[in-house]
């Protein structure tokens, strides 16, 4: 069993920078992909960035420009550095790791963008 951990949450002011951190514990074998999702109050899950094994990134076009996803894969790590944040970016951001035919998921770490 995969245990998925995030952390690095927390209250920022608009403009500000947060990075989100989200460890993989356990036996992986053939890992494919990491990805961080987000959900608003009322609203539905959302994929907002993915890295696979080889370092392909995707974004979605609200965070493009502003967000980085990195990973250590040695340490089946991965990393979300939000700059530029935005009070719509107010979320539960969650974290997705997909190995072999498996796909595993954190409690998710909650982001307050207000001033």
């Known amino acids: 069993q995969v245990h998925v951990v995030e952390s690095g949450g927390g209250l920022v002011e608009p403009g500000g920078s947060l990075r989100l951190s989200c460890v993989a514990s356990?036996?992986?074998?053939?890992?494919?992909?990491m990805a961080w999702y987000r959900q608003g109050s009322g609203k539905q899950r959302t994929l907002i960035a993915s890295i696979t094994s080889n370092g392909v990134q995707d974004y979605a076009d609200s965070v493009k420009g502003r967000f980085t996803i990195s990973t250590d894969n040695a340490k089946n790590t991965a990393y979300l550095q939000m700059n530029l944040l935005k009070p719509e970016d107010t979320a539960v951001y969650f974290c997705?790791?997909?190995?072999?035919?498996?796909?595993?998921w954190g409690q998710g770490t909650q982001v307050t963008v207000s001033s």
């Open positions: 997705n790791v997909i190995w072999g035919e498996f796909s595993d």
């Open positions: 356990g036996t992986i074998s053939n890992l494919y992909a």
